[in-house]
C-alpha cells in the first residue's frame, strides 16, 4: 500500500508540473496576441518598456555595423574584434564573442507572438 501511493503522489506531482507549464504557456500567448511582449529577455537592440518592445539608438547601430561587416564577409570572430576595436560596449559582459555576434545577428528582428499553437 504504501508504494502504490507513493507513486500515485507522484503521477499527482507530474500531473501539477504539466498544469502549470500549459497555464504560463496560455498566459504568455494570451499576452502576446494582445501585442504585449512575452517571451523573456528581449534581443540586442531593443528593450522591453511598458510591455512593449522598443528600439534602442545605440544597440540598433551595433547591430547595423555588425551586418555591415557580416554583409562585407568578415567572420563572427573578425566582427568581434572590430567591435572591439571600435570601443562598443555589448549588453552584458566586457568584451564581443564570436558566438554572441551569432546570436545578435540571428534574432534579426524582434517578436511579439511565436507561431506555436497554445496547450489546452
Known amino acids: 500500500m504504501r508504494t502504490a501511493m507513493r507513486q500515485m503522489l507522484g503521477v499527482f506531482a507530474q500531473l501539477e508540473r504539466s498544469m502549470i507549464s500549459a497555464r ?3 498566459g504568455r500567448h494570451e499576452k502576446a496576441t494582445q501585442g504585449e511582449y512575452a517571451y523573456g529577455a528581449p534581443p540586442f537592440g531593443w528593450k522591453a518598456e511598458k510591455k512593449t518592445l522598443v528600439e534602442v539608438p545605440e544597440e540598433q547601430t551595433i547591430r547595423a555595423r555588425a551586418r555591415e561587416l557580416r554583409d562585407a564577409g568578415a567572420s563572427y570572430r573578425e566582427i568581434a574584434a572590430a567591435l572591439e576595436v571600435e570601443k562598443h560596449q555589448p549588453r552584458r559582459g566586457n ?3 564570436p558566438q554572441t555576434v551569432r546570436r545578435m545577428l540571428a534574432a534579426e528582428t524582434p ?3 511565436r507561431k506555436r499553437e497554445p496547450a489546452r
Open 95 to 97: 568584451q564581443w564573442h
Open 24 to 26: 504560463l504557456r496560455h
Open 111 to 113: 517578436y511579439t507572438l
